[in-house]
């Protein structure tokens, strides 16, 4: 495994968990960076890790996944103020689960579903831009 380009594209999370802060991730934007960023990544990852291009995606989708959770429940209270429909939809959640943490809880899960989704395209982007070799 390549720690360097998967904790590279980890920060990633970092950055969408920062934007989400101030809002800047609202609908309909932040699905579009997401699948920009799935596709920067495959691609980075087929162009520098020519093995197991599928868990390379994988792993840095969950770690894309868990440090942008890990930011917005950290600063919990300032996703909020400029999130308002995520407030919204914090209100839905049942009793006796701590919202402040339930970004925590489901970052992980979201995480292998977006690693899932950058593996695959791993897997294609490694097909697509493969090197001749020589002979």
């Known amino acids: ?16 968990g920062v934007a989400s802060l101030f809002g800047l991730t609202r609908m309909p934007v932040e699905p579009i960076l997401w699948f920009l960023i799935a596709l920067f990544s495959a691609y980075w990852i087929a162009e520098n890790t020519p093995a197991k291009p599928f868990m390379h995606g994988l792993v840095a989708g969950v770690f894309i996944g868990v440090f942008n959770s890990v930011i917005q429940s950290a600063f919990f209270e300032m996703y909020l103020s400029h999130n308002p429909m995520a407030e919204e939809g914090f209100r839905q959640i049942p009793g006796g689960i701590p919202v402040r943490l339930f970004p925590l809880m489901v970052g992980p899960a979201i995480g292998v579903a ?11 982007a490694t097909k697509l831009f493969k090197k001749p070799t020589a002979k």
């Open 1 to 16: 495994m390549n720690w360097k380009v998967i904790f590279t594209l980890a920060c990633f999370g970092i950055l969408m």
């Open 114 to 124: 977006y690693g899932l989704v950058v593996g695959l395209l791993s897997l294609l």
